[in-house]
């Protein structure tokens, strides 16, 4: 454990030094001068009319979405119940052992991967779907239920909401899709250790179409682009905006305090990482729905003292979702706004969230896919539904934000709509974003290892590269200031979009199939138990 870390401090110091002898703007200044070729190229906006302008990203990731939610008759709808069930541990019986050994089914299971050397040989993979769901969740809900929620009402007003739900709804579709097919293609290593995501499924189902060439540049895109965004959306942001809310809440000297807080932040990290997706899925599984229970129960309180404003507020959500409100863009506005935060802080369609629900240990796909779509539900229509409504409901008199101005200190504005209600929330916030972001940072560094193990080969000495890298970059997105760093950072995680939604698309008929078998399954329990069989569960 001391050459582990004797070997970061030695990473980090030529890092600091040149971070500490350059201005943060001559350091924003060169790296955007390598990088907003790219940057601009991922958010071109198609020009339609003189004001309507859409960046094309958009349009593949709301296209998708919308593609999987007929092209599946709304799982998003059909699938709630059962996905609750499922992380019930209601089918746990049948994921374990396959309904054609336990109830007769006639149509077996069959598996990718059959290996014999699980901890838990009646399954594969390593963690509980419910571990799965929070792992990917932590990675999710963060910053952008806090800032994000109150950037996008800055920008386009209260009717940025609807969409925001909108997107989270058919974001539901594509997180099904997607995390199927996760774990219908991963790779299981014969110690247990799970490797999955779009790299495979991207490379392994396109091959079975024939398409392999194809396939395997669409996985290396998307490797290179994960990791880029493990580093900077996943890790520098967080480590950057967690440090900058301790300063401001302590009141510190902030060129000292930034480089203590990242190293400690580092450490803290460090011991969670070094375990693994078993270790990261223990933490999340009790911080996430820690963190997330504190600040729903806040906003809760909030709704509860103003109950007589809130059909007020929806009433000015729907107003301003279809009318604009004379928002800059009108409704097209209003909308792009709201549909942009709202998959940026779900990340449907993104892929990302494949590569934690492929741990899960089961033997049909489609039920972590059902569990997975639970994920943007909880994300944008739960959490930033409601810090949406809190600060709409706090702000009738417009005495803290003038909708149509556009912030850039989301975390401030939502703090300060907390705090007209409940004095002093803010420290509560502040413990909340880091929090969050030490969450967001411990599921990414999954993410982006996945993508470094894909691109450089699976082992121990690859594994340790990339974790030193990660807690560097712990260090530097702490003490410095970001600005274009960020910009290339949210352009990596946007450019995964488009090998992954194009991969999904195309493969979307083995996720109809592996459904259908996964239900046929569901079914045929429940038809054994009406006949009088014991039900299994009961002994799991």
Same mark, same amino acid.
């Given at each position: 454990?001391?050459? +582990? ?8 110091a030529p890092?600091l030094t040149?971070?500490k002898e350059s201005?943060? #703007?001559?350091? %924003?200044r060169?790296?955007? %001068?390598?990088t ?5 190229g ?7 009319s ?5 960046p094309w990203?958009l349009?593949v990731?709301?296209g998708?979405a919308?593609?999987?939610t ?10 709630f119940k059962?996905a609750?069930r499922?992380?019930q541990?209601k089918y746990?019986?049948i994921e374990?052992h396959?309904?054609?050994t336990l109830? &007769?089914d006639q =149509?077996p299971?069959?598996? #990718?991967?059959?290996?014999e050397t699980l901890?838990d ?7 509980s779907?419910f571990?799965?769901l929070?792992?990917?969740?932590s990675a999710?809900?963060?910053l @952008?239920n806090i800032a994000?929620?109150?950037?996008a009402l800055?920008?386009g007003?209260?009717?940025a =909401?609807?969409?925001?739900i ?5 974001g539901m ?5 997607e995390c ?6 991963? %790779?299981?290593?014969k110690?247990g250790?799970v490797? @999955?995501g779009p ?7 396109f ?5 392999g ?7 290396v895109l998307?490797a290179?682009?994960?990791i880029g965004g493990?580093?900077g959306?996943?890790n ?9 809310q301790f300063?401001?809440?302590? #009141?510190l000297?902030s ?6 807080f ?7 990290v460090?011991?969670?990482?070094i375990? @693994?997706i078993?270790r990261i ?8 729905p820690?963190?997330?229970?504190i600040?729903v129960?806040?906003?809760l309180?909030?709704?509860g ?5 809130? !059909? !007020?507020a929806?009433? /000015?959500i729907? #107003?301003?979702a ?10 097209i506005g ?11 802080s779900?990340?449907a @369609?993104?892929g990302?969230?494949?590569?934690a629900?492929s741990?899960?240990?089961? =033997?049909?796909?489609?039920?972590? &896919?059902?569990?997975?779509l /639970?994920e943007?539900?909880?994300? =944008?229509v739960v959490?930033c539904t ?8 706090t702000?009738f008199d417009?005495s ?8 850039k200190e989301?975390?401030e504005?939502?703090?300060t709509a907390? !705090?007209s209600?409940?004095?002093h ?5 502040t413990?909340?974003?880091i929090l ?6 411990i ?13 450089f080969?699976?082992g121990?000495? $690859?594994?340790l590269? +990339? ?10 997105? $702490?003490?410095?200031s /970001?600005?274009a ?5 949210d352009a990596?995680i946007?450019?995964?979009v488009v090998?992954?939604?194009?991969g999904?698309?195309i /493969?979307s008929?083995?996720i109809k199939?592996?459904l259908s078998?996964y239900?046929?399954?569901i079914?045929v ?5 009406e006949?009088?069989?014991? %039900?299994?569960t009961?002994h799991?």
């Amino acid at each position: 454990m001391k050459k +582990y870390f004797l070997s970061l401090f030695t990473l980090i110091a030529p890092f600091l030094t040149f971070a500490k002898e350059s201005t943060p #703007e001559k350091i %924003d200044r060169v790296f955007k %001068d390598y990088t907003g070729w790219f940057v601009e190229g991922i958010f071109y906006e198609i020009p339609f009319s003189e004001t309507v302008k859409v960046p094309w990203v958009l349009i593949v990731l709301v296209g998708g979405a919308l593609f999987f939610t007929i092209f599946f008759k709304f799982i998003n709808i059909t699938g709630f119940k059962t996905a609750i069930r499922v992380v019930q541990g209601k089918y746990e019986d049948i994921e374990k052992h396959g309904a054609d050994t336990l109830y &007769g089914d006639q =149509t077996p299971n069959e598996d #990718e991967n059959i290996i014999e050397t699980l901890r838990d040989d009646s399954a594969h993979g390593e963690v509980s779907h419910f571990q799965a769901l929070t792992a990917a969740l932590s990675a999710t809900v963060g910053l @952008g239920n806090i800032a994000g929620v109150a950037v996008a009402l800055s920008i386009g007003g209260p009717g940025a =909401t609807f969409w925001m739900i909108l997107a989270g709804f058919i974001g539901m579709a594509s997180k099904f899709a997607e995390c199927t097919l996760g774990v219908k293609y991963r %790779d299981v290593a014969k110690d247990g250790t799970v490797y @999955g995501g779009p790299m495979y499924y991207l490379t392994k189902g396109f091959r079975e179409k024939n398409m392999g060439g194809f396939g395997k540049v669409l996985a290396v895109l998307f490797a290179i682009f994960v990791i880029g965004g493990s580093f900077g959306g996943g890790n520098m942001f967080q480590a950057n905006q967690a440090a900058a809310q301790f300063i401001k809440l302590f #009141e510190l000297e902030s060129s000292n305090a930034r480089l203590y807080f990242g190293i400690v932040m580092a450490i803290l990290v460090a011991v969670v990482i070094i375990g @693994g997706i078993k270790r990261i899925a223990a933490v999340t599984e009790k911080v996430v729905p820690f963190m997330a229970g504190i600040y729903v129960l806040a906003a809760l309180v909030i709704l509860g003292a103003n109950w007589h404003l809130i !059909d !007020d507020a929806f009433a /000015l959500i729907f #107003e301003g979702a279809f009318s604009g409100l004379g928002i800059a863009g009108g409704l097209i506005g209003v909308m792009i706004q709201g549909i942009r935060r709202g998959a940026f802080s779900n990340e449907a @369609g993104v892929g990302s969230a494949a590569i934690a629900h492929s741990a899960v240990r089961t =033997t049909y796909p489609a039920s972590e &896919g059902i569990v997975a779509l /639970l994920e943007p539900f909880v994300d =944008t229509v739960v959490i930033c539904t409601m810090t949406a409504l809190v600060i709409v409901i706090t702000n009738f008199d417009g005495s803290f934000m003038e909708y149509g101005v556009p912030i850039k200190e989301g975390v401030e504005l939502t703090a300060t709509a907390f !705090d007209s209600v409940i004095p002093h929330f803010s420290i509560v916030l502040t413990v909340a974003v880091i929090l969050f972001a030490f969450s967001t940072m411990i599921s990414w560094s999954y993410y982006g290892m996945q993508g470094w193990v894909f691109l450089f080969g699976k082992g121990k000495v $690859s594994d340790l590269v +990339y974790k030193l890298l990660f807690l560097l970059f712990v260090v530097i997105g $702490s003490s410095i200031s /970001l600005g274009a760093v960020i910009d290339f950072s949210d352009a990596m995680i946007f450019a995964m979009v488009v090998p992954n939604i194009i991969g999904v698309v195309i /493969l979307s008929p083995i996720i109809k199939r592996e459904l259908s078998k996964y239900m046929d399954a569901i079914n045929v329990k429940h038809e054994a138990l009406e006949e009088g069989a014991e %039900d299994l569960t009961k002994h799991m």
